[in-house]
């Protein structure tokens, strides 16, 4: 394993490093009761040809055996639950840091193929992490001390079995095609969840359109990709963890025609033969363990990779608010932002700037491709500009504290997620806290009746991505879990496209409500929408080319004059 990933590993098991310690030790005794085996039962049959009383011998050897059992089912818990709470560690270092990783890293990869390293990668962690260090060291010190013995037994019988062992260091060879199969079918599982992620995620489109064969036959080469990597990587730790016991096995054979031959001219007893014999097959287990430790290595380095691939991913600092929340609106600025979203694409905005005063709504409107809804992922710090600065009541966001300010802010995206749970979860995610102002906020936004309307009320699960929810509902929902954080600045992405009329109306008596407490930006295509804004901002292709009310942009903006009397026209009807 590279040295990186012994470092990794090193530091998922530091924190065990005393239940690791009594697991390795209980192995030691495992094995020294497991090696005082033989010497017990060459006593045995030694005082059976001398006609001498062997009951002392069994009783003993009956102590070793259940001593051995009892010690070895205790070592290999111990070893077992240690193993399990690394994978359990560094489950929750990866969690942890996917869920603060910045979008732009995220927007670079497969969801899928990240619960794949959350879950199937630390898996691999099990394995390694008690073979890597416990294995090791129980597993050669068992080997040599089995060595020894044989030599003290005889040494000649012993120079045979070392040509054995030396034959079993051809497992070195494959060594490396066993960490790059590994990594290839580890690669491949985490394809194989990115592509049923996207069909499950859209499956109504995918039913929609007919495509179910058409994905089912992605779907299956996808796994049979996994498939392939996984018989691959299972072929060479194969030849790895048996190498070692077929030369123990051809070992045996020449050993038992050598050790008879010699038992025969009176070199060595019978008692002498059968304890070396014991030996011989003593050394498969530590042989196999060793070679199957190589084989893992390579495994447990291939997961490290792909885990510390994420870990090394920009993250967004993990801090907690530090001031004490703020209940007046907000001003915002744009000063000459530019922005993009990798450096290969082509920019977003183009110098964009404008003054918000705090207070009131401000709706921005333009053709689709216009930048708006970037303003708002800019605000929210998801990206950051390219070039220029936004200020939040004059400070530059890139200065503030993340955490105090998204605290500060409520945002409602454009597909107003809900989360797998019940109606009350979701509505209270962004502020559990808010539990005394639910009703207010239930009937602010209409949800009232909703709630009644369920049958379990706010208990009610509301299915995966709300999917029990219609989407005028998930939108109410997603404004009221805005609302409940009493935001400075309330960002609304096209909210009201799937509410009817009445609820519509009912959303903007809302919005009228809140600009007195928070400042309101909206993007937006309905006119009714539109024309209640205080001041509207205009975007076209990157860039702000208006700002005024309704009535002064209609006579002095010919763009938003086109958009008024089509797009925006058209979606209020």
């Known amino acids: 394993m590279a040295d990186g990933a012994w470092r990794d590993l090193l530091g998922y098991i530091r924190p065990f490093r005393t239940s690791l310690l009594l697991g390795g030790l209980l192995s030691l005794a495992t094995a020294a009761t497991g090696l005082a085996l033989p010497m017990v039962v060459r006593g045995l049959i030694e005082g059976l040809g001398a006609d001498r009383g062997i009951v002392g011998l069994l009783v003993l050897m009956t102590v070793l055996v259940v001593f051995n059992a009892a010690i070895g089912a205790l070592g290999s818990f111990i070893l077992e639950r240690t193993a399990e709470s690394v994978v359990l560690v560094a489950r929750q270092r990866l969690v942890s840091q996917l869920l603060w990783l910045r979008v732009p890293a995220l927007d670079e990869r497969e969801p899928g193929d990240l619960m794949s390293r959350v879950s199937a990668d630390t898996t691999l962690l099990r394995e390694v992490s008690t073979q890597s260090l416990v294995s090791v060291v129980t597993n050669a010190v068992t080997l040599l001390a089995t060595v020894v013995l044989m030599a003290s037994l005889d040494p000649v019988l012993l120079a045979v079995t070392l040509a054995a ?94 050790g008879g031959a010699r038992v025969v001219s009176g070199a060595i007893n019978v008692g002498t033969l059968v304890a070396f014999l014991l030996y ?86 333009g053709p689709s491709g216009a930048g708006k809804t970037t303003v708002f992922s ?56 808010a539990e005394r102002e639910l009703a207010e906020v239930l009937a602010l936004t209409r949800l009232d009746a909703l709630v009644n309307r369920l049958p379990d009320g706010l208990e009610t699960p509301v299915g995966h991505r709300g999917v029990k929810l219609s989407g005028g509902e998930r939108q109410r929902v997603a404004i009221a879990r805005a609302l409940l954080r009493h935001p400075r600045l309330l960002l609304l992405d096209e909210v009201t496209s799937q509410l009817d009329a009445v609820n519509e ?14 400042t309101v930006l909206v993007v937006a295509h309905r006119l009714s929408t539109v024309t209640m804004a205080d001041r509207i901002v205009v975007m076209d292709t990157g860039k702000v080319r208006a700002i005024g009310t309704h009535d002064q942009l209609l006579t002095q903006d010919p763009l938003y004059a086109e958009l008024a009397a089509t797009q925006l026209l058209a979606a209020a009807d």
Not at 207 to 219: D, F, I, Q, V, Y
Not at 307 to 317: C, D, H, M, V
Not at 378 to 400: H, K, S, V
Not at 505 to 518: G, N
């Open 165 to 258: 062992l030396i034959l079993a260091q051809v497992v070195v060879g494959v060594v490396p095609r066993i960490r790059r199969a590994a990594k290839q079918a580890q690669e491949s599982v985490g394809t194989m969840s990115a592509a049923l992620e996207r069909v499950l995620g859209n499956l109504r489109t995918v039913k929609a359109s007919t495509a179910e064969e058409r994905e089912s036959a992605h779907l299956h080469a996808a796994a049979t990709d996994a498939w392939r990597g996984g018989v691959r990587a299972a072929k060479w730790q194969a030849i790895a963890g048996n190498m070692g016991g077929l030369a123990i096995q051809l070992s045996f054979i020449v050993v038992l025609g050598l």
């Open 280 to 365: 011989l097959f003593y050394l498969m287990p530590p042989m196999r363990q060793l070679a199957n430790v190589a084989a893992q290595y390579q495994v447990g380095a291939a997961a490290i990779a792909r885990i510390r691939e994420i870990e090394s991913l920009p993250a967004e600092p993990r801090d907690p608010p530090t001031a004490a929340p703020v209940r007046t609106p907000a001003a915002v600025t744009f000063e000459e932002v530019h922005f993009r979203y990798r450096p290969d694409l082509p920019e977003i905005h183009h110098g964009v700037g404008f003054t918000i005063p705090a207070g009131g709504m401000t709706a921005f409107v």
């Open 378 to 433: 800019l605000i929210e710090r998801f990206y950051d500009p390219t070039a220029g600065r936004i200020l939040l009541d004059g400070q530059d966001i890139q200065t503030l504290p993340l955490a105090d300010l998204r605290t500060a802010i409520g945002y409602v995206e454009q597909d107003a997620p809900v989360l797998s749970g019940t109606l009350r979860e979701n509505l209270l995610f962004g502020a559990p806290e």
């Open 505 to 518: 109306a009912a959303l903007r008596e809302t919005i009228a409500d809140v600009t007195h407490t928070t």
